[in-house]
């Protein structure tokens, strides 16, 4: 039972000064395995909070990214899945279903996490899972300032994931939960 | 258990044929054990054993499923109402599934831990995933099982056409995983063949084989009750069938030897003395000890060496520690084979046995083995001088030693030790215990008695917390009773004693510090005293008595009558009655103390005096008092067979001047003489010196320079030595003459700050079984830790040398 984070566009300090405080209570170490970050940090500060979370850490490059040592896109293998990590601002029409299947397809994995829109989205289509897990700060994005914190939370379990999406709506935490299941193929596609 | 029965009848259940082999089910230590422990019934057909076993393992796959959470299982069918608020991954709400799930991975990675260090030189069987859950106990049970299958492999290779599939006339491979289903059918054929007694070829050579192996051949078999999950010896099976045998081994079946209760820290419901469980059995190895080799234990008791500081771990861990793995088979063999039922003996008096682990064969063959590993050391223990290289030799047993001579020899002295347990008083323990708030006041028992002239009270705890109370609210009244009862115990004893009794005292030390309470205290004591004598109505009866004449015909201060009586009695009635001991009653109770004290005291007088020159001396000679009484009382750790009454109140300062009168001076030496006396008496013994002592140092700090008289007995512990310091203190002043006021005034002071620091120094103490069972580290009171207690012990060590001198 792996736990992996998967948090991004946080836009701290330039859009937003912090986590939400609830959110920052519920990320504790020692429970999670692995984060995946989608990009715009922005500054060193939070990659280091991230470490300390979990020594894993995946994270692409988002446009305001002020380490630009961070890849475009990296993948990693966790348990029986392949997954993917774009930070979206590369791939036109921003948040467009079709053209991140696309990504999916030349990165080759079963779960591409993106960002850029700061928008939760979950698609499973029939190459696999596209999730998007929005702004961890609410941090207003290039197209509207109506912004939740939010964040994704994925428990890898053999070939089954269940995603746990974590929303801070007006002043609450709310969890939901989806689950996926690889087909046991060889290939995800 | 009954491995041979069942192999005898196995067999003959079928044919008859095969006789009954003298060591049951010889390599099949998995099976024996199950039997000895209770799990398989000793019944003779093999399906009774499957059936058993199937049972065992369902009720452990029912565990295992309700305790090894598993977030992913949906709860009873109501997956959708499950909060998902509460119950995710990220919850910080403790009850959710996953936090408790985080918990058990929590402990889950500590248990490994433990158990990547355990048998290090078993690596390759132990470092493997599927040893995952055990415990230094399980390890070797695990082990045995896993052994067994091998066996069974390595059986099933030899014999490789017997388990033949006889219908399709070809063999199949052997092999682990396909075992059971060539079994089904080499067994469908053998069952046959078995019950219609047939004269198959097959069957004929069963039996030909080893009986042994028959065994292992029809224990695997995967065909009759049960089926798979009936197979006695089964590879699938070996945790489910190790928790069946470590649950029987912690649990002890009702038998009266439980695992579990050695590893509580607090005192068993039914106990008399109210100690921990495993500080009571390690009272009685010392007094098995002390029945077989008294010349070894009372070396050892003087030294200061505690039972429980290696009895502890061998207890335990049941020698898992001290022995290698393959010896420590042999050993369990021995001890499994052993009836676990408890034998039947109520004393008339309706106590029960003093120690509880000597109530059934298997406790007291586990005793014996521990007392024979001592005596297998006795050389090298009788030439060491110091209660630290005593541990180093115990807790490293050695290598390469002739197991079945030490087996042997514990087999002789389980009849002695069955035997000894039936005449044994609890109240050997019962007055030991003190009643201080420390939990574990482990009394040594055995050790500390040497002096055994006091007779032990058998009164438990809340009498003397009654007794307290009493006390508590007649202050006043008893403070010229001051008896020196004390002296009537031998040194070490009255040592001990004070040091309960300042323990005792100490709690309520503070309120009392601003009263004199001696007098109360001394009718206390006296009272207590007498009730000890009563009760224990042993030879030491005299003396008691003798003590509480003395206590109250003195008419000093009543503090060192009550510091006698309580000593006799039980700490716990004892009162501070140094500080209370305004008149100079201390000097009476010196001139009791004869020699006895005066050889200890130079200890504790030392100790003493330094307290009171630290303290204030109304407080000092309390202190001292109470830190005497914890010393005596950490000496005796292992307060098992330590009456409980003997704990004082811990408010009861005794602060009896330490005024002894010349009769407990008599008794005293006549005490002395005893020194040899039981267990029991030893610990009222030190009871009372050690309320002597605390007398003496309440009341007199000058005095215990002067009292140090030295007629220290060499044998005393410090202990002793520091009761008989305080005491000492009392005696020169007895004998010398009136006491001084201020003499016995900073005694007290002396005495209660000693008692502090044995306060302090059993707190830590008992956390620390490794520290010298010397005076000093009973000072300590609890809490702070160790180094408080070192702090403590000291500090002590320094008024005992004061006292001393």
């Not at chain 2, 009244?477 to 070490?492: A, L």
């Not at chain 2, 707190?763 to 000093?776: I, K, P, Y």
């Amino acid at each position: 039972m792996v736990l992996v984070l998967a948090i991004g566009d946080l836009h701290i300090p330039h859009r937003a000064p912090d986590l939400p405080p609830k959110f920052k209570s519920m990320l504790v170490p020692g429970k999670i395995q692995h984060i995946i970050c989608t990009g715009n940090l922005c500054i060193k500060e939070v990659h280091d909070y991230f470490k300390t979370l979990c020594p894993d850490l995946h994270i692409t490059r988002g446009e305001y990214d002020e380490d630009s040592r961070y890849p475009e896109n990296k993948t990693l293998t966790i348990g029986q899945f392949k997954l993917g990590i774009c930070h979206g601002h590369q791939v036109i029409p921003w948040g467009d279903l079709d053209s991140l299947a696309m990504v999916q397809r030349q990165l080759d994995v079963d779960i591409l996490v993106t960002g850029h829109t700061h928008q939760f989205k979950a698609y499973k289509h029939e190459g696999g899972v596209v999730i998007n897990p929005g702004s961890a700060t609410g941090a207003y994005s290039s197209f509207t300032y109506d912004v939740n914190p939010s964040f994704v939370l994925m428990d890898i379990d053999g070939l089954r994931v269940v995603v746990y999406v974590y929303e801070f709506i007006d002043g609450e935490v709310k969890v939901d939960k989806i689950d996926f299941k690889k087909t046991a193929t060889a290939s995800a596609h | 258990m009954s491995k041979e029965i069942v192999k005898e009848e196995a067999p003959s259940s079928s044919s008859g044929v095969v006789p009954a082999e003298s060591r049951p089910f010889g390599s099949l230590r998995g099976v024996q054990w199950r039997i000895n422990l209770g799990i398989l019934p000793p019944s003779s057909s093999i399906d009774d054993l499957r059936r058993v076993t199937a049972d065992f393992r369902r009720r452990y796959a029912g565990l295992r499923r309700q305790l090894l959470v598993d977030p992913h299982v949906p709860k009873d069918g109501a997956t959708n109402s499950l909060d998902l608020v509460m119950d995710n991954p990220l919850s910080q709400n403790p009850d959710s599934t996953w936090s408790q799930y985080f918990r058990n991975a929590e402990l889950e990675k500590m248990v490994n831990q433990d158990l990547s260090r355990l048998y290090p030189e078993h690596e390759s069987y132990f470092q493997t995933p599927g040893c995952q859950g055990m415990h230094e106990l399980l390890a070797p049970l695990l082990y045995v099982l896993h052994v067994d299958v091998e066996r069974l492999l390595e059986v099933r290779k030899l014999y490789e056409d017997l388990f033949i599939d006889k219908f399709d006339g070809f063999s199949f491979e052997e092999n682990g995983v396909a075992y059971n289903f060539d079994f089904k059918k080499f067994a469908d054929s053998v069952e046959d063949e078995i019950e219609s007694q047939g004269n198959s070829k097959k069957v004929m050579s069963l039996y030909e084989l080893d009986p042994e192996l028959q065994a292992v051949v029809l224990l695997s078999d995967a065909y009759g009750a049960e089926g798979e999950l009936g197979i006695v010896l089964s590879e699938k099976f070996m945790e489910h069938d190790a928790y069946c045998m470590f649950d029987a081994l912690m649990i002890g079946a009702h038998g009266s030897v439980a695992m579990a209760d050695f590893f509580a820290s607090s005192p068993a419901a039914e106990s008399q003395s109210g100690v921990p469980p495993v500080i009571e059995a390690s009272a009685a190895l010392y007094h098995l000890l002390s029945i077989v080799d008294s010349s070894l234990h009372s070396h050892l008791v003087e030294l200061g060496v505690e039972p429980q500081y290696f009895a502890l771990r061998w207890l335990r861990v049941l020698f898992g520690r001290e022995f290698s793995l393959q010896d420590l088979l042999v050993v369990w063999d021995k001890i499994f084979s052993e009836d676990n039922s408890p034998l039947d003996e109520i004393s008339d008096d309706g106590e029960h046995f003093s120690f509880k682990l000597l109530g059934s064969r298997r406790g007291t063959l586990i005793a014996a083995m521990a007392v024979s590993m001592i005596l297998y050391l006795r050389s090298s223990l009788l030439a060491t001088e110091t209660a630290t290289s005593c541990l180093q030799r115990l807790l490293n047993f050695p290598e390469g030693i002739n197991l079945k001579k030490l087996i042997a020899k514990a087999e002789s002295l389980q009849t002695l030790a069955l035997d000894s347990n039936i005449s044994s008083l609890p109240s050997t323990f019962v007055g030991a215990y003190n009643c201080s708030k420390s939990p574990i006041n482990a009394h040594n028992v055995s050790s500390d008695l040497v002096c055994p002239k006091t007779t032990l009270n058998l009164v438990p705890d809340s009498y003397w917390e009654e007794k307290w109370r009493v006390l508590h609210k007649a202050e006043e009244q008893r403070q010229n009773s001051s008896e020196k009862k004390t002296s009537s115990g031998k040194k070490k004893w009255s040592e001990r004693v004070k040091f309960r009794l300042s323990r005792t005292e100490s709690e309520p030390l503070p309120a009392i510090r601003e009263k004199c309470k001696l007098e109360h205290t001394l009718s206390v004591r006296r009272s207590l005293l007498e009730d000890l004598s009563k009760q224990l109505g042993l030879e030491e009866d005299v003396e008691t008595a003798g003590c509480v004449e003395v206590s109250n015909s003195v008419d000093h201060h009543p503090a060192e009558v009550h510091r006698d009586g309580q000593n006799c009695a039980n700490k716990g009635s004892i009162c501070t009655v140094e500080d209370r001991c305004d008149d100079g009653s201390g000097a009476v109770v010196s001139e009791e103390n004869s020699s006895i004290f005066s050889e200890p005291p130079s200890p504790p007088s030392s100790v003493i005096n330094d307290h009171d020159h630290e303290n204030d001396t109304e407080k000092s000679s309390v202190a001292s008092n109470l830190s005497a009484d914890d010393n005596y009382v950490h000496q005796r750790s292992i307060p098992e067979d330590l009456p409980q009454p003997v704990s004082l109140p811990p408010e009861d300062v005794y602060l009896n001047s330490p005024h002894e009168n010349g009769s407990s001076g008599k008794m005293v030496s006549a005490t002395k003489e005893k020194r040899q006396l039981s267990g029991k008496f030893q610990w009222l013994h030190k009871f009372r010196g050690s309320i002597v002592s605390e007398e003496t140092s309440g009341k007199r700090g000058g005095i215990s320079e002067a009292a140090n008289s030295p007629n220290h007995d060499s044998k005393r512990n410090t202990v002793d030595s520091f009761t008989a310091g305080a005491s000492s203190n009392s005696h020169p002043t007895n004998k010398g003459d009136a006491m001084d006021q201020n003499m016995m005034d900073t005694l007290k002071h002396l005495g209660q700050a000693m008692l502090d620091h044995i306060q302090v120094v059993e707190s830590v103490f008992q956390q620390d079984q490794g520290q010298g069972g010397s005076l000093d580290n009973l000072s300590k009171n609890i809490g702070k830790g160790q180094v408080t207690a070192i702090t403590a012990l000291k500090e002590l060590r320094k008024i005992s040398n004061l006292l001393s001198e």
